[in-house]
């Protein structure tokens, strides 16, 4: 049996990793352990920067009405998702791979050219930036990812005996910190579950937490990276493609 990929990203991105992580053939199941609220703020005026910084299309997703004011305003984004969800707002796309940014937010803001006032809209937990020479940045957080209970079905995956392992991907520190709460408050032991993490920061937190098969850091802080690494994991753990875990979990 094929382990299972657990993905527990907020909505969009979980769709995306969930579909990514289908094509690539994996046995993927996504899970929201957090809510996605709006939180006020002050939109600047137009023409007191030169572009936004955008990290998640959940800025754009619950930016709120203040967004309309910065239809046309250049837009520097990470990752095909947030590109979207720029676009759709009305955004023009700035910056290298025709503004799609596959690092890490900072690998975006080093290669900003010609646009040295930017706003970055993100959430309430966010990854320090430090801006390149010559270029400032303004912050303003729109909106906030509150963490849930984790829900029955992924307890219930968790549970199965029967699998030997289980790949779990971690895209942020609070995804981290959180899960383990929540096993902790469950009772759930991790000592079967391979935590794949975006980065050092995050791999840190696991390791400080301990009680993991093993945790594994992306080569680059990518969706893609993350699910390339997974997808070594399953076939290192089976030595082959393997089927599905039965139970009708799938897309939950």
Not at 80 to 84: A, G, L, N
Not at 121 to 127: D, F, I, P
Not at 187 to 191: E, F, G, I, K
């Given at each position: 049996m094929n382990p299972?990929?657990v993905?527990l990203?907020?909505?969009?991105?979980a769709?995306a990793s969930?579909q990514?992580?289908?094509?690539?053939?994996l046995?993927?199941?996504?899970f929201?352990?957090?809510?996605t609220?709006?939180?006020?703020w002050?939109a600047?005026?137009?023409?007191?920067?030169?572009?936004?910084l955008?990290?998640?299309a959940?800025?754009?997703r619950?930016?709120g009405a203040?967004?309309a004011a910065?239809?046309?305003?250049?837009?520097?984004?990470?990752g095909?998702?947030?590109?979207?969800a720029?676009v759709?707002h009305g955004?023009?796309?700035?910056?290298?791979?025709a503004?799609?940014?596959?690092?890490?937010?900072q690998?975006?803001?080093?290669k900003v050219?010609g646009?040295?006032r930017?706003l970055r809209?993100?959430?309430?937990?966010?990854?320090a930036?430090?801006p390149?020479p010559g270029?400032?940045?303004?912050?303003?957080?729109v909106y906030?990812?509150l963490?849930?209970?984790?829900?029955a079905?992924?307890a219930?995956?968790l549970?199965?005996?029967?699998?030997?392992?289980i790949?779990?991907?971690?895209h942020?520190?609070?995804?981290a910190?959180?899960?383990i709460?929540?096993?902790?408050?469950l009772?759930?032991?991790?000592?079967r579950i391979?935590?794949?993490?975006?980065?050092p920061?995050?791999t840190q937190?696991c390791?400080?937490?301990g009680?993991?098969?093993d945790v594994l850091?992306a080569?680059?802080p990518s969706?893609a990276?993350?699910l390339?690494?997974a997808?070594?994991t399953?076939h290192?753990?089976t030595?082959?493609g393997?089927?599905g875990?039965?139970g009708g979990l799938?897309?939950q």
């Open positions: 299972p990929i993905i990203r907020p909505e969009p991105g769709s969930l990514a992580a289908m094509t690539l053939g046995d993927a199941y996504a929201a352990l957090f809510t609220v709006e939180r006020a002050d600047p005026a137009p023409d007191t920067f030169d572009a936004l955008l990290g998640s959940n800025a754009l619950h930016g203040g967004l910065y239809a046309g305003k250049p837009a520097y984004c990470v095909d998702v947030t590109t979207q720029a759709s955004l023009t796309i700035a910056g290298p791979i503004g799609r940014g596959h690092g890490g937010l690998d975006v803001l080093d050219s646009h040295p930017l809209l993100s959430g309430e937990e966010r990854v930036l430090s390149p270029v400032t940045v303004e912050e303003r957080v906030a990812s963490p849930a209970p984790m829900p079905e992924l219930r995956l549970s199965v005996a029967a699998l030997p392992a790949v779990v991907l971690l942020s520190g609070a995804a910190r959180h899960f709460a929540e096993c902790a408050r009772d759930l032991s991790r000592a391979f935590a794949v993490t975006i980065g920061r995050v937190i390791d400080e937490a009680g993991w098969r850091t080569s680059e969706d990276a993350m390339a690494l997808r070594q399953c290192t753990e030595g082959l393997g089927t875990l039965d799938a897309g």
